[in-house]
């Protein structure tokens, strides 16, 4: 089996690239760029791959308010475009989407599953809404996985970091931190998606599924977490949203139900505070 994974060299990218069963090819931006078509058809052409990994988004939520060209770009018509060749090519495209995705609902208390209709509420999640019909009405071999805040021990390369990481910096450096407890999510640790990721490629699974890790928090209550559990004294409060001005608005739930996966015989992830004292212990390990 050959991999082509767009986007290795970021957070999830650096942890499933090891993972894969067979030959990887590990394709950075210069390689493979979601926003330049013929560079794309052209490197995944020579290649011939039989599955394609796409690693790669375009994920600055605020950003994305202001920028919803270079939004779309990447997350919606590069994707459409990557749908297109692996369907040329006869390969299968795995794509990761997001959580937010959904959001319009507020009055939402339970968590999404893969059947129930989205409906973002920022540029960013309609961006990535938009890739996922792409590949949908494109490229019949898929397997699309909607996660949610991903941390790996790589950090974000584009965004200099993830929450957990920008959690122990501003903790480090002395700064008062207020976080939102009033938007509901699961964050999810990369090598655990990783791992969910090769496990559904052995059972040759398409179509679309949610996987994070399990139970759901405030990122109030990560960020209570991150400190608790790598005894890093704080000076957090928690705030509402209404106190917190960014320019995108964010899902107030967007917790993601496993029931797709555990249909189809998938390991359900360990819960996310478990997840987290494990990234925590690799952190350390790695420093």
């Given at each position: 089996m050959k991999y082509a994974v767009i986007g290795s060299e970021g957070q999830l990218g650096r942890d499933l690239c090891p993972r894969l069963a067979g030959e990887v090819v590990r394709l950075t931006r210069a390689d493979a760029d979601l926003t330049k078509p013929d560079l794309l058809t052209a490197t995944l052409t020579a290649l011939k791959p039989d599955v394609v990994v796409n690693c790669a988004a375009y994920n600055f939520v605020d950003r994305a308010e202001t920028d919803r060209e270079t939004?779309?770009?990447?997350?919606?018509?590069?994707?459409?475009?990557?749908?297109?060749?692996?369907?040329?090519?006869d390969c299968s495209l795995v794509h990761f989407s997001t959580d937010y995705v959904f959001g319009l609902d507020e009055t939402r208390t339970t968590p999404w599953d893969e059947a129930?209709?989205?409906?973002?509420?920022?540029?960013?999640?309609?961006?990535?809404?938009?890739?996922e019909h792409l590949i949908r009405m494109t490229c019949p071999r898929h397997l699309i996985l909607r996660t949610c805040g991903l941390y790996g021990v790589w950090g974000s390369g584009g965004k200099g970091?993830?929450?957990?990481?920008?959690?122990?910096?501003?903790?480090?450096?002395?700064?008062?931190?207020?976080?939102?407890d009033d938007q509901l999510c699961t964050p999810t640790y990369t090598v655990d998606l990783a791992a969910a990721t090769v496990e559904m490629l052995a059972l040759k699974r398409t179509g679309l599924y949610h996987v994070t890790n399990a139970g759901h928090c405030s990122w109030h209550e990560l960020a209570r977490a991150v400190f608790e559990l790598s005894g890093v004294p704080a000076d957090l409060t928690p705030?509402?949203?209404?106190?917190?001005?960014?320019?995108?608005?964010?899902?107030?739930?967007?917790?993601?139900?496993?029931?797709?996966?555990?249909?189809?015989?998938?390991?359900?992830?360990?819960p996310w505070r478990d997840a987290l004292a494990a990234y925590l212990s690799e952190r350390q390990r790695q420093a």
């Open positions: 939004a779309f770009a990447v997350n919606a018509w590069g994707v459409g475009k990557l749908a297109h060749i692996c369907h040329e090519l129930d209709a989205p409906g973002p509420v920022n540029q960013y999640g309609l961006s990535k809404l938009t890739g970091g993830n929450f957990v990481e920008t959690m122990l910096r501003s903790a480090g450096q002395g700064k008062p931190l207020r976080v939102v705030i509402p949203s209404r106190e917190y001005s960014a320019p995108a608005r964010r899902p107030r739930y967007s917790v993601l139900s496993g029931v797709g996966i555990d249909r189809i015989g998938v390991k359900p992830l360990r």
